[in-house]
């Protein structure tokens, strides 16, 4: 018995346990089933029913336009040569491919209204003197060319606002928020690739907020296949909304490698808003000259962080007239945090014209907010900024000196003709610069003038080692200068540790 009671007990463990392990073999198999279901479902699933719920409303565009064609070189044979006659036949030969020609070009867009708005790139149509836009409604459904006019264009961000007049209501799509879009969201790109007609790509947002050359850009980077003649075409998310216009692409051999470049939706809205309105663009204008903060500059002016625009020249304007001056840093816009001078250029931008806004900068330690009613940058681009006050009187005898690695000089009436320095400005001439020295590094060259040291002007010498000094009885470890190079202000903050 007590044999028997041992093999008992002996038992009850090893029966535990293969209940145990059948447990998790059960738990494992039911987790590997629903793996290959969903899995399975993955695969399954398919854009089929996105592509013809919007290619309806995505449009292939065709311009052309007249080209003079050159006249051949005239004169190349001596007049009596014996190939004289050759040459005189040669020509009425070929009189006829001297007449004008017309150039077509290919590209993409879409519909954004029932009444005919069509959405594609300036570069599309610009220049075009017909513009054909052909629509793909469906299948079994013949294709459609209708005439476009011109709306408006924006050079700035490549967009071009067309109409047709259909006889019939026109499908089309929306914009959506283009600031939802993440980094690994799936999205579709559709056009007319290489002029071979209606064509669907999908891939995912790769990147955001880049930039390639303008004031106003906000691509989207995605790796779906956009080539030539894609452009103006939409890029969509998932819900067949319009995120993107598909603009540009970064390539070694004009074919697609996986980098392209979408103008962000919201962006794209308003400025097609702006056209649709006006026939043009309307943007908002604050009336500055601005640069990025870096951390240099922020410790030079005793900003806690390196963020916000500086101020380098105020002119006459909206700012000039609110109180901004130069050597404030703008902190926020219309109650928006400014990171750098491309946030702050895109809030102004798309700010409505004669609004009322709160800025608030930094100045002297601490932040003030001024009210600043926003004139129009188109007009403004026209006019020419106010020239700077002058400054006072100084008795400095010091004609030139060498410190912080530049070599300085007074501004004399032969540098002020040479270097085109109005007679109003005054400054210290860069004469050289130790290639070695920090100045250098951070570009400042023979020529260049400084007109501020520490946010004051100069006009003497002496007052740069007063400003000098003020900054290290501060404790400041540098100190910001105001620099001018063909008219164009820059802060530079250089270290003063190695004076």
């Known amino acids: 018995m007590q044999q028997k009671a041992v093999e008992a007990v002996s038992i009850m463990p090893v029966s535990h346990f293969m209940r145990v392990r059948l447990f998790w073999l059960g738990l494992l198999a039911m987790m590997l089933v629903l793996a290959q279901t969903m899995t399975a479902r993955a695969h399954q699933e398919s854009l089929a029913e996105l592509a013809e719920q919007i290619s309806p409303a995505v449009v292939n565009i065709t311009t052309s336009t007249m080209v003079e064609r050159r006249t051949g070189p005239q004169g190349i044979v001596p007049e009596g040569s014996p190939f004289e006659d050759f040459f005189r036949e040669f020509q009425d030969r070929n009189r006829d491919g001297d ?55 924006d050079p700035k961000t490549d967009i071009a606002l067309l109409k047709v007049d259909a006889e019939q209501p026109l499908k089309f799509v929306k914009f959506g928020d283009s600031n939802t879009a993440r980094v690994g969201d799936w999205v579709v790109a559709m056009g007319n690739p290489l002029g071979q007609g209606f064509s669907v790509s999908a891939g995912i947002v790769s990147a955001r907020n880049r ?47 996986g980098i392209g470049f979408s103008m962000a939706s919201n962006v794209v809205a308003n400025v097609v808003d702006q056209l649709r309105e006006y026939g043009e663009t309307r943007r908002g204008w604050l009336g500055v000259r601005i640069q990025d903060v870096d951390d240099d500059l922020a410790e030079s002016i005793g900003l806690e962080k390196a963020a916000g625009a500086l101020i380098t020249d105020v002119p006459e304007g909206p700012a000039k007239e609110a109180g901004l001056e130069s050597g404030d840093v703008i902190l926020s816009f219309d109650g928006e945090d400014v990171d750098d001078t491309r946030s702050l250029v895109r809030q102004v931008g798309n700010t409505s014209v ?45 004609t030139e000196k060498t410190i912080l690695g530049l070599t300085l000089g007074l501004l004399t009436d032969d540098m002020r003709a040479e270097l085109n320095v109005p007679d109003e400005m005054d400054g210290l001439v860069v004469l050289s610069v130790d290639e070695a020295s920090q100045a250098f590094e951070k570009g400042l060259r023979a020529g260049d003038l400084i007109t501020e040291a520490g946010q004051q002007k100069l ?29 164009e202000p820059r802060f530079v903050a250089l270290s003063l540790e190695d004076e």
Do not use: W
Not at 125 to 136: N, P, T
Not at 238 to 248: C, H, I, K, P, R
Not at 465 to 473: G, N, P
């Open 99 to 153: 007449r004008p020609r017309r150039s077509s070009a290919l590209g993409s867009g879409f519909v954004i209204s029932e009444d005919g708005y069509v959405v594609t790139n300036n570069h599309v149509i610009e220049g075009a003197d017909q513009i054909l836009i052909e629509f793909f409604p469906g299948d079994g459904q013949p294709k459609e060319e209708l005439p476009a006019k011109v709306i408006g264009t």
């Open 211 to 257: 930039a390639l050359s303008g004031s106003y850009d906000d691509y989207i980077q995605t790796d779906a296949a956009i080539n030539r003649g894609n452009s103006g075409g939409p890029l969509f998310n998932l819900e067949g909304e319009v995120v993107g216009v598909n603009t540009a692409i970064l390539s070694p051999n004009g074919g697609s490698i």
């Open 354 to 398: 004669g609004k009322s806004v709160r800025v608030t900068v930094f100045r002297e330690k601490g932040t003030k907010t001024f009210v600043v009613t926003l004139g129009r940058r188109e007009h403004a681009e026209r006019a020419v900024p106010a020239a700077m006050e002058n400054p006072e009187d100084d008795d400095a005898v010091e």
């Open 459 to 487: 006009k003497s010498l002496s007052q740069l080692d007063d400003r000098i000094a003020e900054a290290e009885e501060a404790g400041r470890k540098s100190l910001l200068l105001l620099v001018r190079r063909n008219g």
